[in-house]
């Protein structure tokens, strides 16, 4: 069965978009047919492929408000074996445009299962908000993957992004389940970042990838040059992270 990824935290800067663009095409090198959905208003994860984001006529606000049929959004081949659904600014209107239609928590999932068949991996990069936009996306997803960085507060608000798929479980897809934790940005000089991660490990029931996430500069750079991190620089630290990290997903079984 294909797995619908919903990669969430409502934390902004935990690494939720370098994690997807350089997950997906970590995957997508070892064999996988991989679909990128951007969620996030920023499109930093649409940029971050190289694609100039503000260009763009048909994006994922599109298919949301039914303006368009989602197969004409997808750019193909952003990377090899990599498809995309981006998104702009744009989409920050949907969060207003939904709240008065029927079903609105479904839209999502009602057109990616029109689409998601074609692909064995789906990577959906949430907004940093509980939003509607989160809600659809874990709707739609058959797992949800967290990322957690390796800093003093990292369970702030865990509790209520656990809360919120719980809810979503109960009252809208009760097939969702915790693809598991992994963390980000661990910087090896500090002591801060192991403690955070056995604090993290001894507080949590969730399943915590093995594969941490260096802090990189290669991985911090490889977006201005609109590249995954195993084309920019696939020798670094972070693309070997990726790769393992994409092992371990391909691997875990449900």
Do not use: W
């Not at 919903?6 to 064999?31: C, E, F, H, P, R």
Request: glycine share 6%.
């Amino acid at each position: 069965m294909n797995r619908v990824i919903a990669i969430a935290n409502q934390k902004g800067g935990v690494g939720k978009t370098t994690t997807t663009i350089n997950l997906a095409a970590a995957i997508a090198d070892k064999g996988h047919k991989v679909l990128i959905l951007d969620l996030d208003p920023q499109g930093n994860t649409t940029s971050g492929l190289g694609i100039e984001k503000q260009a763009l006529e048909k994006t994922a606000y599109q298919v949301l408000i039914g303006e368009c049929a989602i197969t004409e959004t997808i750019l193909k081949n952003v990377h090899e074996n990599v498809d995309l659904i981006p998104s702009n600014v744009d989409l920050a209107a949907a969060e207003v445009e939904l709240v008065d239609l029927d079903n609105q928590q479904f839209i999502l999932k009602q057109e990616m299962d029109k689409i998601r068949d074609g692909y064995e991996f789906v990577l959906i990069d949430c907004p940093p908000s509980l939003s509607m936009l989160t809600v659809n996306a874990m709707t739609a997803a058959t797992t949800v993957l967290v990322p957690i960085q390796c800093e003093y507060y990292a369970l702030e608000g865990l509790s209520q992004l656990m809360q919120t798929i719980d809810l979503v479980r109960e009252n809208l897809n009760p097939e969702l389940r915790i693809e598991g934790m992994v963390f980000t940005m661990y910087d090896a000089r500090t002591n801060l970042s192991m403690q955070v991660v056995e604090n993290v490990r001894g507080n949590i029931t969730e399943h915590v990838y093995n594969t941490i996430i260096p802090r990189n500069i290669r991985l911090a750079e490889a977006p201005s040059h609109g590249l995954p991190i195993n084309q920019y620089e696939p020798k670094s630290s972070g693309a070997e992270a990726y790769r393992m990290l994409a092992d371990e997903i391909i691997s875990r079984e449900f």
